[in-house]
């Protein structure tokens, strides 16, 4: 059995298709002419009419492989879906009528086309032509003597079609909106705009024997109320039981705003079941397809505007069916996608294992009944898993092995807070509508490690297990929150003060604190508070994904935190860094502590190059405001840079006195906005990082290309600024970056809104033991990189063009019960270049692409390999370095709608895909 369903969608959705057909047809923006059609779970068949029309009503020629549309065009089509791509074989256009409504018997090869003149036609289905044999309105009116035809006037005919005459005609005084014969033959049940249900008997037609109104309530003047009209209705019989009256509408008008309803009466019950959406048409299923057989009805199926539900006739209760098919993917907005292809093959499986237990209450236990068509994956798919984040906080894990998506699992990261209590402190107050909104999402399908981002600058690691477990969550507040000191510019023979030693341009690394689980902020700090109240208790936890840690940002002198930007998480390194408008954090969250957290400007150290500056060598007395206090310097170094004087505190600093802030430098300079986190900017605003920056007086090509849309100035009054550089992207793994490296140790690159890469290494004990008790430590900075326009991507490939994977852990149960014949170890996949160094060499290639450029270096040396401009006009939001046809590329997706690619080598992709508006170019400038 296959349900058929049409897509009604308003003009003002212009949609272009590039997944059912394959390609983009900016001519064709509607979806009005679609048709779907539904089977068991996978299978999903797609036709769309050449014309366009909006499809009206669907007819199936059960058990022979046709569908009859008719469409908005006063159009029928007949349809053949026994071939593998469903095609029309036959189109009947009605030039002088318009259609209304179409019957077709079971096994009947004559087709009922009623028109808008109140005329009937039959057209035969094998020639797919008009017999010629009319029924006039007039002539079943006027005649005195099958087939039952309802007028909207509320006439209702009885035509003999053998005798071409009528047997009797009803005349009733509310307008007919539908009739529903009993299997006898012997009564019928009209609906009517009153909200009124009338039973007929043939042997009196004079007048209705029964009349009721259900939703119909009788006022103190012995009035009964007025109702909605009653749209549709379904009279169906049954063996066991009364029969069920089924029906959409007719509800008092008593009150304003009342959701759409579909009423069944079965007996003496009535039952009301509400939508979420305007029901579009609803039909019944029964277990035999003969209209003079007892029906005995199994299930209700509904289409609403957004959705399609099921509904259980065998139960009581009439659960609805969970349904297999995302009718609705926006059930809450969709905040983030991600994407992921080649997962491992027992990942989806275990998906839906896990996601079946946890179905809602109150489903039907029942399979889905509609189960026509066969489904496989074919020969060529590969799993293939879309994660989507949504406002409300839920994550959802779909199977996009085929075109049909499949919901896999389910996540609330709501759950992992208390909820929010009017008059609960200042945190609650200043939560947003939707504070649990995922912004981003990190997955490691092989370690199977999940990572999420919330609008409210907060974090929440899961560890995916099959069994269930009681825990309790602990909790990292981290204080990333730039803050300005008073700043005396240095002399000669000193260092700034919290600067690392100019030799070794090295971070301060936080010092490693243990937390214990719901630990909150320093005393001297206690009125910094997150957004949200991690649960300080012991929960139990279903077998699925189980929040291990949550890390939130806090509050700092009334200002909020800012949101995150960026994170990467490493299964290997069991390390998670994440970064914002205010700078850098990473996390061990194997023990649980913070490693780093500092400002950008921190993690420069003497190698900043952009020589931010102050106005003046005197003390400074005022505040930025939250921004970084620069002052002259004039020492120099090996790379001639100076030192930054300015720092952010990090969790062991102490804040300064905040005082008024600083109005920027110059008419040039913007007034800097704090935003919150219920506030994220648009990309282009976040990705030109929050802040305010000048360059350098510079005489090479190289920092006249860096100062793309910044000052040129050379005074050096136009060029002193105060400066706020976002962390826009993040990578683990195992890469060069020092010119001195012989072995490629662990490392993170870091890539900030200026256009800056800087490359953090680390060391990080190999033995499981070592690693629980040892504590993870930050090496000097090593390469220092420039590029044109906020950082977005990393890749890195070996001298022979093959693109080099982060090491991860494999999976381990973390609740599994402990085998002494096989003890738990952790086990690693490490994809290191240093293992390949005697088949193609030392070192490897370092792919960086930012919002405006990309650029290809040789490491250890750090030499430029190939610089290509991607655009001008426009900028990149997304890049990603990938395997494509054998090959890499690195693929680019614009702000003006454009896809390019860009082959590794320097050669660009021949290939362009205009995701634009109906009219755009075709051909991104760059």
């Known amino acids: 059995m296959f349900l058929s369903c049409c897509y009604l969608l308003p003009d003002v959705c212009e949609t272009e298709q590039t997944l059912r057909d394959g390609a983009v047809k900016p001519s064709r923006p509607f979806l009005d002419s679609d048709v779907i059609r539904l089977g068991r779970p996978g299978v999903d068949c797609y036709c769309q009419h050449e014309s366009g029309a909006a499809v009206l009503q669907l007819q199936f020629l059960i058990n022979e492989g046709a569908l009859v549309t008719a469409c908005a065009d006063d159009t029928l089509h007949l349809w053949n879906l026994r071939q593998r791509r469903p095609a029309v074989l036959h189109s009947l256009k009605f030039n002088r009528e318009r259609i209304t409504f179409c019957h077709l018997p079971f096994q009947s090869k004559w087709l009922y086309v009623g028109t808008e003149r109140g005329n009937t036609h039959i057209v035969n289905i094998e020639s797919f032509i008009l017999s ?205 996608t991600a994407y992921f292809a080649d997962c491992p093959p027992d990942i989806i499986p275990i998906l839906y294992s896990i996601g079946a237990k946890h179905k809602k209450t109150g489903y039907s236990h029942k399979e889905w009944p509609i189960s026509g068509g066969t489904w496989t994956l074919g020969s060529h798919t590969y799993p293939e898993v879309i994660i989507t984040g949504h406002a409300d906080g839920s994550i959802k894990f779909w199977d996009a092995s085929a075109i049909t998506l499949q919901m896999l699992y389910k996540i609330k990261t709501s759950k992992v807070f208390d909820k929010p209590k009017p008059g609960d402190g200042r945190s609650a107050d200043l939560v947003e509508e939707d504070p649990f909104a995922v912004q981003m ?82 005393d001297s700090n206690r009125d910094s508070v997150p957004y949200l109240k991690v649960k300080d208790r012991v929960v139990r936890v279903p077998p699925g994904y189980q929040a291990e840690l949550v890390i939130q940002l806090l509050w700092v002198d009334g200002e909020p935190p800012q949101q995150i930007t960026t994170l990467d998480i490493n299964s290997a390194y069991g390390l998670l860094a994440f970064g914002n408008c205010n700078g850098l954090a990473i996390v061990d969250y194997l023990q649980k502590t913070i490693l780093l957290c500092m400002s950008t400007l921190e993690l420069y150290g003497a190698a900043d190059p952009y020589q931010r500056l102050t106005r003046s060598p005197r003390r400074n007395r005022q505040s930025t405001s939250g921004l970084t206090e620069l002052s002259d310097n004039q020492q120099s170094t090996d790379m001639e840079r100076n030192h930054v004087n300015g720092h952010c505190t990090s969790p062991t600093s102490q804040p300064c006195t905040a005082g008024k802030p600083r109005a920027p430098g110059g008419p040039e300079g913007p007034r800097l906005t704090r935003r919150g986190p219920g506030r994220p900017p648009f990309r282009k605003a976040q990705s030109a990082a929050c802040m305010e920056i000048s360059l350098p007086v510079s005489h090479t090509e190289e920092s006249r290309e860096n100062s793309f849309s910044r000052s040129r100035s050379s005074s050096v ?46 060391s990080i004990p190999t033995e499981q033991e070592d690693r629980l008790e040892e504590p993870v430590s930050i090496g000097p900075n ?102 494509l046809c054998n090959s890499v590329c690195l693929a680019c997706f614009c702000a003006n709608g454009h896809i390019m690619t860009l082959r590794a080598g320097g050669h660009e992709g021949s290939s362009w895909w205009s995701c634009g508006r109906p009219g755009s170019s075709p051909h991104c400038p760059g």
């Open 132 to 336: 010629g044999y009319v029924i006039m309105w007039n002539k079943a009116i006027e005649l005195p003597a099958l087939l039952l035809i309802g007028f909207e006037s509320g006439t209702v005919v009885q035509w003999d079609l053998r005798g071409k005459k009528a047997d009797f005609r009803i005349y009733y005084d509310e307008a007919i909106h539908s009739v529903s014969w009993h299997h006898e033959g012997k009564q019928f049940m009209c609906s009517h705009s009153d909200g009124s249900l009338t039973l007929w008997n043939l042997r009196n037609t004079t007048k209705p024997f029964q009349v009721t109104f259900p939703h119909g309530k009788i006022q103190k003047d012995a009035r009964k109320e007025s109702c909605k009209p009653i749209l549709k209705v379904e009279y169906k019989t049954s063996r066991n039981s009364e029969p069920f009256v089924i029906f959409s509408g007719g509800l008092s008008y008593d009150k304003a705003g009342r959701r759409p309803t579909l009423t069944i009466m079965h007996g003496k019950a009535i039952t009301v079941l509400e939508m979420d959406h305007p029901i579009v048409e609803f039909m019944v299923l029964c277990e035999t397809p003969y209209n003079n057989e007892v029906q005995d009805p199994y299930a209700v199926v509904v289409l609403l505007e957004k959705d399609l539900i099921v509904v259980d006739l065998t139960q009581s209760n009439f659960p609805v069916f969970e349904n297999p098919y995302p009718m609705d993917v926006h059930e809450s907005p969709v905040t983030c």
């Open 441 to 522: 999402v990190s997955w490691c399908p092989h370690s199977r490690i999940f990572c999420v981002v919330g609008i409210s600058a907060h974090i929440i690691l899961y560890r995916f297990s099959k069994h269930d477990a009681n825990t309790q969550i602990v909790s990292l507040d981290v204080r990333l929150q730039c803050e300005s000191d008073d700043v005396i510019t240095p002399s000669e023979n000193e260092n700034p003060p919290f600067c690392p030693d100019s030799g070794s341009h090295s971070p301060q690394p936080h010092h490693q604190l243990p937390v214990s689980p719901n630990s909150g902020a320093p």
């Open 782 to 883: 090593g390469a220092v990189l420039m590029l044109k326009g906020s950082v977005l991507r990393f890749g890195f490939l070996d001298l022979t063009g093959v693109l080099i994977q982060s090491p991860y852990e494999c999976w381990r149960d973390p609740n599994a019960p402990d085998d002494p014949d096989r003890p738990r170890r952790r086990k690693l996949v490490n994809f290191s270049p240093s293992s390949s160094q005697e088949a193609c060499g030392e070192g490897h290639l370092a792919v960086v692409c930012t919002e405006r450029q990309a650029k290809v270096f040789l490491m250890p040396s750090q030499s430029c390999l190939f610089v290509h401009n991607i655009t001008e006009s426009s900028f990149v939001l997304r890049a990603d370095v990938v395997s």
């Open 717 to 762: 009054s136009s060029i002193d600024r105060d400066t706020k550089e976002a962390v826009t992207t993040l990578q683990f793994g195992e890469f060069y970056g020092r010119k001195s490296d012989s072995v490629a140790p662990p490392s993170l690159w870091v890539g900030t809104s200026l256009g800056v890469v800087v490359v953090i290494p680390m």
